[in-house]
């Protein structure tokens, strides 16, 4: 499991952050399901029909994306190969994701990068 931050600086983490917030917003987007997803101060926040919020949001001290949703809260570390890992588990950050919305809207969802 990773134990530290791959970029160089605040700055290189960001913009991957950006990239990747953007890129999944735009597969959510693509989703035909009643959800409002959005992007707003650098985190990527998720309204379900139910009411219910999936938030995922860096952590720029830290060099993380933190994923909160259904009172549970998860932490991602950058890999090498570009993939986002959870720190204490080592599940991928695509995978916890693609399962959290396939459970919510009862349909099959994968998301890539």
Known sequence: ??????????TAF???TEE??????DQIDEIDADIDPRVASG???VQFEDGSVL?????????????????TAWHFLC????AWIER???ASMLSV?????SEKLNEAVRFTL
């Open 20 to 25: 990747t917030l953007e890129a999944l917003l």
């Open 43 to 45: 985190s990527l926040t």
């Open 88 to 90: 204490d588990t080592g």
């Open 1 to 10: 499991m990773p134990n530290r931050s791959m970029f160089s600086d605040d």
């Open 79 to 82: 890999e090498e190969a570009g």
């Open 55 to 71: 938030m995922l949001s860096p952590q720029t001290p830290t060099h993380e994306l933190w994923l909160s949703a259904n009172y």
């Open 14 to 16: 960001r913009t991957a």
């Open 97 to 101: 994701l693609s399962t959290l919305f």
